[in-house]
């Protein structure tokens, strides 16, 4: 019901960027939160960030803080991640994910455990060389 498909990964230079985009179509768009997870080769997959449905609430994983930027423009259907300052340890592929009934709040317990999101996008990938 909810297609989600994220883009914008690439190769990149340690303290580089690069903004992840998560485009979202089936439903409406602020109707619910999205999470962004990564799993590198060979590790578990891995809470990054997430945003609540209005934009007002958004939680980060502690090594990605001041680093990563997590935003939503509903008007675009589009939910971003924005990555700076990035290092090889960041080297993933990044999926965005879909949590449809979490109201418009949130903590950063709910938000990291992936058994809420409804729906996942393909993946999109982000390497960084050291």
């Known amino acids: 019901q909810v297609q989600l498909v994220e883009s914008g990964g690439g190769l990149v230079q340690a303290g580089g960027s690069l903004r992840l985009s998560c485009a979202a179509s089936?439903?409406?768009?602020?109707?619910?939160?999205v999470g962004w997870f990564r799993r590198a080769p060979g590790k578990d997959r891995e809470f990054v960030a997430a945003?609540?449905?209005?934009?007002?609430?958004?939680v980060y994983l502690d090594s990605v803080k001041g680093r990563f930027t997590i935003s939503r423009d509903n008007a675009k259907n589009t939910v971003y991640l924005r990555m700076n300052s990035l290092k090889p340890e960041d080297t993933a592929a990044y999926y965005c994910?879909?949590?449809?009934?979490?109201?418009?709040?949130?903590?950063?317990?709910?938000?990291?455990?992936?058994?809420?999101?409804?729906?996942w996008g393909q993946g999109t990938q982000v390497t960084v060389s050291s």
């Open positions: 994910a879909a949590d449809l009934d979490s109201g418009d709040g949130g903590t950063y317990s709910y938000f990291r455990n992936s058994y809420w999101y409804d729906y």
């Open positions: 089936g439903r409406t768009f602020s109707s619910y939160a």
């Open positions: 945003i609540s449905r209005s934009g007002g609430i958004t």
